[in-house]
């Protein structure tokens, strides 16, 4: 089965902002997990909307589980509600493995990434020492970078 397309990912985010009501896009805040006890992410949002919305903090949580998992139950395992209202987040194994696989298969170098539908023209102006004073290592930093950015740019498909 492979990874998430950008427009399947952007396919869940947008039904997930649908039908979290009364919540919008603008009200999440999923973060990396602090600690790996905590899962793979965080969804920080259930103690600020609470009081905007009269429910208890932990009572929120629940409800954004609630709308979440129709969008995400075939990638995450069960999301738990920790403390005063964080919702804890884990990827399914399941899911990890066969992501991981079908990189691991990609016979194309591209490690299952498809490459961009919206290709762009994108302009990266990088590397311009002045030739009259003396190059010296730092003059590679900017050049590093900016092939790097290039390259990266070049494999997404623009």
Same mark, same amino acid.
């Given at each position: ?31 990396l997990a602090t600690k790996a006890e905590f899962g793979d992410y965080q969804v920080n949002a259930a103690m600020g909307l609470a009081k905007s919305v009269g429910m208890n903090p932990q ?7 609630? #709308?979440?998992?129709?969008? *995400?139950? =075939? +990638? ?12 804890? /987040? %884990? ?26 539908? #919206?290709?762009?023209?994108? *302009?990266? =102006? +990088? ?12 003059? /590679? %930093? ?17």
């Amino acid at each position: 089965e492979g990874g998430l397309t950008d427009e399947e990912r952007k396919a869940i985010i947008e039904q997930a902002a649908a039908e979290a009501g009364p919540f919008t896009i603008a009200d999440t805040m999923v973060t990396l997990a602090t600690k790996a006890e905590f899962g793979d992410y965080q969804v920080n949002a259930a103690m600020g909307l609470a009081k905007s919305v009269g429910m208890n903090p932990q009572e929120c949580a629940r409800k954004i589980i609630e #709308k979440m998992m129709p969008v *995400i139950g =075939d +990638y995450i395992d069960e999301p738990e509600v920790a403390g005063p209202g964080f919702i804890n /987040l %884990r990827f399914k194994q399941e899911y990890l493995t066969s992501v991981v696989g079908s990189m691991a298969a990609d016979t194309k170098g591209r490690l299952g990434l498809p490459k961009t539908s #919206k290709k762009q023209k994108i *302009i990266v =102006d +990088y590397s311009s020492p002045n030739i009259a004073k003396e190059m010296h290592v730092g003059h /590679l %930093r900017s050049t590093i970078i900016g092939d790097t950015l290039c390259n990266l740019l070049e494999f997404s498909g623009h």
